[in-house]
């Protein structure tokens, strides 16, 4: 991976698939999600925990790795939020003809555990991920174990960092919701596709700027937000956020890729 970004380009053979990894219901989003409020409608609501594979021609990435592989066919009560999961990552990645060998890169956009889950499950691969967000984790239930007895296969991220080295796919440097979390920009032949990583969690968080009480840094996501928005124009991207069940009809269903 280069930290610096080729010239535009939409890479041969580039295509990009969402898994599923998870469905959480939100006990009361409005309490979990605004740091003001009344910004959103109380209650509970269904969001979506998605994963996604890039592939660069013979090349894979894996964008966020959901929940834990152990989780599948529970339902799990975490308190402020319930999480159902119905399939495995490797299950998946099966049915698009592809082992956890395959992986090359697994991509995270930060490091909270809807996200990290199923790291450890692909310890061949590159790990890319912010330098703060990679420290964090340490210790106690430590999703990168693979990664920390072998620091050459670890990318950890303090910018924007172009992952096949083309300008085809870019790790988007946003901090705010944690210290290093990341965006995906992937420049399909068909149109340029912006996945949010949890910059925003529901459209009426994209629409009201709502920034959550547990974020890193209000400011600091105020500002994400901004780049981000700025970037979708310039680009004419089509922004996909990655909780949001109402984006899931914006790619091909699974298992057809986006290309």
Partial sequence: MANQPAPAQQAAGLSLVRLDCGTPTIKNFDKFFSDKPGLYEPGPRVITDSCYVIRHGDQVLLWDTG??????????????????????????????????????????????????????EFPNAELLIGTKDFEQTKGKDDPFGPWRKEVAKVHSAEGDVDVFGDGSVMALHLPGHTPDHMALLVKLASGPVLLTGDLYHSREAREKRGVPPFNTSREQTLQSMDAFEKLAKEAGAKVIIQHEPRDIPLLPAFPAAAK
């Fill in 67 to 120: 929940f834990p592989a152990a989780w599948k066919g529970q339902d799990k009560d975490l308190g402020e939020l319930s999480v159902k999961q119905d399939k495995t990552i490797p299950e998946q990645l099966e049915q698009i003809g592809l082992k956890p060998s395959d992986v090359d890169i697994v991509g995270i956009s930060h490091m909270h555990a809807d996200h990290t889950g199923q790291a450890a």
